[in-house]
């Protein structure tokens, strides 16, 4: 079993940037993703990052404004996100993938935490 707990959302304006963390306890040798699921949407992929943190996946909306990094000694992944927009606004979830594919459909992904609110002001 994998619990997953996530931390730092918030409310900033347009240009700011948030760092977001999510702690594992359990088992911890899984790929780890990052989603996120505005209102009234879908839950899309942000981001992946594998065991060892030596493969990464972007989604193409957040390539170059966001980094996936994870210290393994803490059990933590963290959502570095930088120049944040409106439509960056959502409840962000971290998910593990025991599979290390680093796809970015939600249903490989074997646990989940509870999610952390973001949302950015114009």
């Known amino acids: 079993q994998v619990q997953l707990v996530e931390s730092g959302g918030g409310l900033v304006q347009t240009g700011d940037s948030l760092r977001l963390a999510c702690a594992a306890s359990?088992?911890?040798?899984?790929?780890m993703g990052w989603f996120r699921q505005a209102p009234g949407k879908e839950r899309e992929f942000v981001a992946a990052?594998?065991?060892?943190?030596?493969?990464?996946r972007y989604a193409d909306s957040v390539k170059g404004r966001f980094t996936i990094s994870r210290d393994n000694a803490k059990n933590t992944v963290y959502l570095q996100m930088n120049s944040l927009k409106p439509e960056d606004t959502a409840v962000y979830f971290c998910?593990?993938?025991?599979?290390?594919?680093?796809?970015?459909?939600?249903?490989?992904?074997?646990?989940w935490g509870q999610g952390t609110q973001v949302t950015v002001s114009s």
């Open positions: 359990g088992r911890a040798f899984y790929a």
């Open positions: 998910a593990a993938d025991p599979s290390e594919r680093l796809l970015p459909i939600p249903a490989v992904y074997d646990y």
């Open positions: 990052i594998s065991w060892t943190g030596g493969r990464t």
